[in-house]
């Protein structure tokens, strides 16, 4: 069973930044994809960035380019979203999100992702 766990939410100010971690298990993650989705309050989730395991292509969504950075490590099977510049908008629970890819296509939808960490509140305040 694939198991997703966020870490490293907290409070920040307006500019400041945050490194998120997602530690994942249960599977050998060669073949997915992992997804970092966002949840402002009162809103739906929205697709923030997403990193092939086995390439390390990256997609982002554009509200968060050149802020925001997707990466993995390997050896700790761990992926991390360093927010840099961070906005009130950026305001959010955030989720790591994993799916198996043997296309090579980016994957920016809820449904499209098969499991689900239990998210982390990043909250960014002026």
């Known amino acids: 069973q694939v198991q997703l766990v966020e870490s490293g939410g907290g409070s920040v100010q307006a500019g400041g930044s945050l490194r998120l971690s997602c530690a994942a298990s249960?599977?050998?993650?060669?073949?997915?994809?992992m997804g970092w989705f966002r949840q402002p309050p009162g809103k739906e989730r929205e697709f923030v960035a997403e990193?092939?395991?086995?390439?390390?292509?990256?997609r982002y969504a554009d509200s968060v380019k050149g802020r925001f950075t997707i990466a993995r490590d390997n050896a700790k099977i761990t992926v991390y979203l360093q927010m840099n510049s961070l906005k009130l908008e950026d305001s959010a629970v955030y989720y790591c999100?994993?799916?198996?890819?043997?296309?090579?296509?980016?994957?920016?939808?809820?449904?499209?992702?098969?499991?689900w960490g239990q998210g982390t509140q990043v909250t960014v305040s002026s």
């Open positions: 990193i092939s395991w086995s390439s390390g292509r990256t």
């Open positions: 249960g599977r050998t993650f060669s073949r997915y994809v």
């Open positions: 999100a994993a799916r198996l890819d043997y296309s090579g296509r980016s994957y920016f939808g809820n449904a499209e992702y098969d499991y």
